[in-house]
Nanobody
């Protein structure tokens, strides 16, 4: 069955770094554009970063530009989010999202991983 499994979250001090991973299975990973979303406490789930099927295109929320980097390895069926210079306001549950649209829409969500930035 389809699975997106995030890992790499945790507690980090402001200014620190974390690398999130999302391992995909059960579908043809290279057909799907991948994104990272996050939901901070009491807020809506927001797009953090996007990467196209083969990595040619990436986009970032303004709040993370220059600090976060999204990448993917289609041989390992994994998408990554490198997060540097973390701020307290980056605290959220981070979700992996896969999307493939042709005649119909295929979309999948991971279960989320908690990132807490605190001193």
């Amino acid at each position: 069955q389809v699975q997106l499994v995030e890992s790499g979250g945790g507690l980090v001090q402001p200014g620190g770094s974390l690398r999130l991973s999302c391992a995909a299975s059960g579908f043809t990973f290279s057909n799907f554009a991948m994104s990272w979303y996050r939901r901070a406490p009491g807020k809506e789930r927001d797009l953090v970063a996007f990467i196209s099927r083969f990595g040619a295109t990436t986009n970032y929320a303004d709040s993370v530009k220059g600090r976060f980097t999204i990448s993917r390895d289609n041989h390992k069926n994994t998408v990554y989010l490198q997060m540097n210079s973390l701020k307290v306001e980056d605290t959220a549950v981070y979700y992996c999202y896969a999307k493939f649209s042709t005649v119909r829409l295929y979309e999948y969500w991971g279960q989320g991983t908690q990132v807490t930035v605190s001193s």
